[in-house]
């Protein structure tokens, strides 16, 4: 969407606290020997709080109130209660929401517990890409010149970037135009950024893999070489210089 009155941009910055707030609290809930449906519950209750629902949920009829994926799942994970959080999991958590008739998404992987596995590595480089692809986002930018930011960035820091999946518009529904805010440069893609629209921009940085592959239960994807992926995301409003950050509402710098 793009935002033409006080109004609109009120109504954004509703939704996107009550997503940032659900995604930070959801973090510091998160136990070693939770069950992921658990903590998915938990975040059900949180968004209810706020008057909210579920995007995907809404949209999509997604099995769970926010996509948690673990490990090697890249995205989209079904919360259950078979699926126990364990010390050092890389854990990934996903929450979008509508509220009186706004959207927002954001999302950010995790370290649990302990940092056994040295996923942080991976997680830092994720969260710090996201803020430097952010940082570039202005009115007239190529959307393609941002997806070369983050696979540019992402190969300095000796990791892959997931080519299949994207950022994209966000506002009167969960997915608008821009359809394909890409983590990599697409020459065919000569749209750019316009001035006052809401977009949901994200990292998927990867060790190993660079396509996501859905799983057969329809919903989980993971990568087609294995290995990790990290996945930031933020909310924010288009602008002639810096952006607007709405989802910096958690107060957690890229919700991570």
Not at 124 to 130: F, H, R, V, Y
Not at 222 to 246: C, M, S, W, Y
Request: charged share 25%; hydrophobic share 40%.
């Amino acid at each position: 969407m793009s935002i033409t009155s006080q109004s609109e941009l009120a109504g954004m910055q509703k939704v996107s606290r009550a997503v940032g707030l659900t995604l930070k609290k959801m973090h510091a809930y998160a136990k070693v020997g939770m069950h992921t449906a658990e903590l998915d519950e938990y975040g059900a209750k949180l968004l209810q709080e706020f008057g909210a629902k579920s995007a995907p949920k809404l949209t999509y009829g997604f099995p769970g109130w926010t996509c948690i994926s673990i490990n090697e799942e890249v995205a989209h994970g079904i919360p259950s209660t078979s699926r126990v959080l364990k010390d050092g999991d890389l854990v990934n958590i996903d929450v979008s929401a509508e509220l009186d008739g706004y959207w927002a998404d954001n999302g950010s992987s995790f370290v649990l517990g302990n940092d056994i596995h040295q996923h942080s590595k991976l997680v830092n480089a994720s969260q710090k890409i996201l803020l430097k692809a952010i940082s570039r986002v202005k009115s007239g930018v190529r959307i393609a010149d941002i997806g070369r930011l983050i696979e540019l960035e992402a190969r300095k820091s000796g990791y892959k970037v997931i080519r299949n999946l994207a950022g994209h518009g966000v506002g009167r529904s969960l997915h608008e135009a821009p359809y394909e805010i890409l983590n990599c440069y697409d020459a065919h893609n000569r749209e750019r950024f316009k001035k006052d629209t809401v977009v949901a921009v994200e990292t998927f940085i990867a060790t190993r893999s660079n396509w996501a592959r859905e799983m057969p239960d329809g919903w989980t994807l993971k990568g087609n070489r294995g290995g990790f992926v990290a996945q930031h995301e933020h909310t924010i409003v288009v602008k002639d210089g810096k952006p607007l950050i709405l989802t910096q509402a958690n107060g957690i710098s890229a919700a991570g």
